[in-house]
């Protein structure tokens, strides 16, 4: 049964519709003593936004073709293939990340919204992460329908 003395995360979720707002989000989200994870990095575009407010970065795809065209565009940041179920790996580059952009296509259906949800919970409770900022249009609509009592 729940109580007070259970585990509460104190992680803020950002949740996005669109390119457009996500990478609008980095000014007002970013510092520059954060360690940042980026997760569906693809070429870098929003990493190089990341990278410029902050440059302890691991930006990630799970794409090794698009992990090897970021990295010749943009030598200077710190790309890896990461698959994002794969906790271990993300585990296995020995940083206590605190802020995580995560932006994963392939999950923003309504049917996958669970998935999502399960994914950002497990990088909050791992990570002990501030903030989770996700480009989900699902998951934005969902959260516009939910009430507080």
């Known amino acids: ?15 996005t519709r669109g390119v457009k707002e996500y990478r609008s989000s ?16 693809e070429w870098g ?4 936004l990341l990278y410029n407010e902050c440059q ?14 970021a990295r010749r565009k943009r030598p200077y940041i710190h790309f890896e293939t990461l698959d994002v179920y794969d ?3 993300a585990l296995s580059f020995k ?20 998935d999502v949800v399960s994914l950002l919970d497990m990088y909050a409770r791992v990570f ?3 903030l989770i900022v996700i480009k989900s249009g699902a998951l934005k609509n969902f959260a516009k329908r939910v009430s507080r009592i």
């Open 1 to 15: 049964m729940a109580n007070e003395q259970q585990y509460k995360l104190k992680t803020l979720y950002l949740a």
């Open 26 to 41: 980095i000014a007002n989200y970013v510092q520059p003593n954060d360690r940042l994870l980026e997760i569906g990095c």
């Open 45 to 48: 575009t929003t990493s190089e």
């Open 56 to 69: 302890n970065l691991i930006a990630t795809d799970i794409s090794n073709k698009c992990i090897e065209r």
């Open 87 to 89: 906790i271990k790996k």
């Open 95 to 114: 940083i206590n990340f605190n802020k995580m952009y995560i932006d994963v296509s392939g999950l923003s259906g309504y049917r996958s919204l669970l």
């Open 128 to 130: 002990d992460m501030d």
